[in-house]
């Protein structure tokens, strides 16, 4: 059974870097055809896709963020790190990390993790 | 960049059938995966690879994709199924993944 679950600060304030870490069990990210991706969504608005990473360290970004993202994995720890850097109030949001599914090229994503809320205010 | 767009909102009456559209250019062509996603929990995988339906979700569910436009159909549909829907592919033009909009179900 596969499971992540999120953790990290629940308030930042502006400026600041965000560190996320999704913790799984399930599966090994040193297993290929495995990765995990990042998704947020902010309060009543929709799902925005953030990052991903793969088991031969691949990673993709969201255009928009690309600038202040960046993804890493710690294979011995089953831990994804999410960092965003110079935090807004607009990056308000539940950030989600989910189990990407790999078939030649990056599929769906099955399961999710609980989400955590990041609130950034001064 | 690839945009995918859903309606912002269905309604259905219960026991009838809702249908919810994902337009993209020439999306026939991409994998389109649903989610439900209901307040405030976790978005949870209800069709993937376009008409393919992951353990445990109902028969109900199924999709459709050819063209310009992606369905996922809800079929006898409850009042459980009120929720969000969201479609997404992944764009291999721009190496991204896209998410549409979302589309509020509402049963009547």
């Known amino acids: 059974q596969i499971t992540l679950k999120e953790s990290g600060p629940t308030l930042v304030k502006p400026t600041q870097t965000l560190t996320l870490t999704c913790t799984f069990s399930?599966?090994?990210?040193?297993?290929?055809?495995?990765?995990v991706g990042w998704i947020r969504q902010p309060p009543g608005k929709a799902l925005e896709w953030l990052a991903l990473?793969?088991?031969?360290?691949?990673?993709r970004y969201s255009p928009s963020l690309k600038s202040r993202l960046t993804i890493t994995k710690d294979t011995s720890k089953n831990q994804v790190v999410l960092t965003l850097t110079d935090m807004d109030p607009v990056d308000t949001a539940i950030y989600y990390c989910?189990?990407?599914?790999?078939?030649?090229?990056?599929?769906?994503?099955?399961?999710w993790g609980q989400g955590t809320l990041v609130t950034v205010s001064s | 960049s690839y945009v995918l767009t859903q309606p912002p909102s269905v309604s259905v009456a219960p026991g009838k059938t809702a249908r919810i559209t994902c337009g993209g250019n020439?999306?026939?062509?991409?994998?389109v995966h649903w989610y439900q996603q209901k307040p405030g929990q976790a978005p949870v995988l209800v069709i993937f690879?376009?008409?393919d339906r992951p353990s445990g979700i109902p028969d109900r569910f199924s999709g459709s994709n050819s063209g310009n436009t992606a369905t996922l159909t809800i079929s006898r549909v409850e009042a459980g199924d009120e929720a969000d829907y969201y479609c997404q592919v992944w764009d291999s033009t721009t190496s991204h993944v896209v998410f549409g909009g979302g589309t509020k179900l509402t049963v009547l």
């Open positions: 020439n999306i026939g062509i991409k994998s």
């Open positions: 989910a189990y990407a599914h790999w078939d030649s090229s990056p599929k769906w994503f099955d399961p």
């Open positions: 690879y376009d008409s």
């Open positions: 990473i793969y088991w031969d360290d691949d990673k």
């Open positions: 399930g599966f090994s990210l040193g297993t290929g055809g495995v990765g």
